[in-house]
């Protein structure tokens, strides 16, 4: 597609239910990055993903938190049993290979636990 | 620790001066970027600067860096209302995948 992509664009939860973002970046784009934003503050890595390797999952903040990516396609963010602090904006960004290249982010989900 | 840290201010001016903001980081970098974020959505890249550069242009925007200082800035030259954003520097190591954000300048242009 023409940029990256992702949805829903607003999700209102209930605190202990499982929610889905879902990211779907510029075609061609081997390099997947999750971050969450909370409301005044800068960027938190979550996840990188590049081509068929391993992910770097090393910015998850618990267990509760996974990602999937299928191939050099669509990565999911899945988030169980909510609580309030995790709400936030969830960017997805995009780029073409790796070191140095620009890279492309989504309008973010903004994700409210109630 | 985190790279990548803007001076912690928050810019006011008028239309028509000039904008500047700094960042600061700890390690060496690959590159710095900078980027626009519009009322907390995505974020627009504005800038990359490699290590081995020291300034860049980009239409109204100049980014210079110093690694000796471990410092990078932007300037926003003959500000406009559309420049009202917060803006965010972002490091990239070797052998990191990840950007690595600071906190962001917030920047009103009053018209």
């Known amino acids: 597609g023409a940029g990256v992509s992702q949805s829903p664009s607003n999700k209102v939860t209930e605190k202990g239910k499982d929610v889905e973002l879902r990211c779907d970046p510029i075609?061609?784009?081997?390099?997947l990055y999750w971050y969450r934003q909370r409301l005044g503050q800068g960027l938190e890595f979550l996840i990188y993903?590049?081509?068929?390797?391993?992910?770097?999952k090393s910015g998850l903040p618990s267990d509760r938190f996974s990602a999937e990516r299928t191939g050099e396609s669509v990565s999911t963010l899945t988030i169980q049993r909510t609580q309030q602090e995790d709400s936030a904006v969830y960017l997805c960004?995009?780029?073409?290979?790796?070191?140095?290249?620009?890279?492309?982010f989504g309008e973010g989900s903004w994700l409210t636990v109630v | 620790s985190q790279q990548g840290e803007e001076d912690p201010q928050a810019l006011s001016i008028q239309e028509g001066e000039n904008a500047t903001m700094n960042c600061s980081y700890k390690?060496?970098?690959?590159?710095l970027q900078w980027y626009r974020q519009n009322s907390g959505r995505g974020l627009v890249h504005l800038i990359l600067?490699?290590?081995?550069?020291r300034e860049k242009h980009s239409g109204r925007l100049r980014v210079t860096l110093d690694t000796s200082k471990k410092s990078s800035s932007l300037l926003i030259t003959a500000s406009r209302a559309a420049d009202t954003a917060s803006y965010f520097c972002?490091?990239?190591?070797?052998?990191?995948?990840?950007?690595?954000f600071g906190k962001g300048n917030q920047v009103v242009v009053i018209p």
């Open positions: 390690t060496s970098i690959n590159n």
């Open positions: 600067i490699r290590s081995n550069e």
């Open positions: 972002a490091t990239e190591l070797y052998g990191n995948n990840r950007l690595a």
């Open positions: 075609s061609g784009h081997t390099a």
């Open positions: 960004a995009s780029r073409l290979g790796v070191l140095g290249n620009t890279i492309y």
């Open positions: 993903f590049q081509g068929n390797s391993a992910p770097d």
